[in-house]
């Protein structure tokens, strides 16, 4: 039983992990390592039952009806890797940005073909909801990052948005906040213990995840094989914000005045500024691809 929680924790930290990039979502390896429903069903239990419940002082009968110890190790994951991952992947996206964002494509290609697996049955409106999931996530992708107000009202409801994108996989709660203005905004306001800002935030992220998860279970209940489709889509056209070459349009400066690229254009190896490292950013996205192929085989072992 701890194996089984200490497990959950490590699924959470990759969660984690991806929120803090912009351009990866906690979503996808929530797929990628087979929790992705329970997460959305327990996070849905969070309702008037449960509160009920909680006031009622049966607080076992609360626990097990939201999934507690489920819920607990997931997001304990989160927040450890938000605190400890989160400086690392900075450090290695500034420094060796061609190879970890190889990593991340060949990650999702193979994240988007197994997911894809879970249609039961193809059909024009499976297809179309295919096509409708990465047309949209690759239109999000492309817009130009917005200049927003800053009242509370428009913080909740970017905590209430991002925090919904990000358990979406293929599109990233932290470049929501980018398409948004608030990316900046947000960190700022935690780097200065902006506790109003941050409370208000959070209080979104809190309603946004209660909400769209109630949405998304209604989705996978009713229509399963249409959301998985819309949501292999959603993958497939977040690989143009994970493309590894790029050439940057703006930059934007982060809360250690460190300037960061803001906006950028997709460009093939051969018209990259930089070294392209073409055979190693091959290897490390047929790494991606081949660790994601051989965990779902251990997967569908264990359920064979």
Known sequence: MIKKYLLLVLKGMGMGAADVVPGVSGGTIAFISGIYEELIYSLKSVDAAAVSLFFRGRFRDFWMHINGSFLLSVFAGIIISALSLAGLISYLLAEYPVLIWSFFFGLIVGSAIMVGKKVRRWTGGTWA????????????????????????????????????????????????????????????????????????FILGCVAG???????????FRRF????????????????????????????????????????????????????????TAIFLALAAFIMIVWLESLGSEKEA
């Open 129 to 200: 909801a295919l096509l409708a999931g990465a047309l949209l996530a690759w239109g999000i992708t492309s817009m130009a990052p917005a200049h927003t107000p800053e009242a509370e009202w428009f913080v909740f409801l970017s905590g209430m948005i991002a925090i919904s994108a990000m358990i979406l996989p293929g599109i990233s709660g932290s470049f929501i906040l980018l398409l948004l203005g608030k990316y900046k905004y947000i960190l700022d306001a935690v780097a200065s213990l902006d506790m109003k800002t941050i409370l208000i």
């Open 209 to 219: 995840l209660l909400s769209f998860s109630r949405l998304l279970a209604w989705m």
């Open 224 to 279: 399963h094989d249409l959301t998985v489709a819309l949501l292999t889509g959603f993958m497939i056209g977040s690989l143009n914000k994970v493309w590894p070459w790029k050439t940057v349009l703006e930059w934007f400066a982060d809360r250690h005045g460190k300037m960061m690229p803001l906006l950028e254009k997709n460009v093939w190896p051969a018209q990259y500024e930089g070294e392209a490292q073409l055979p």
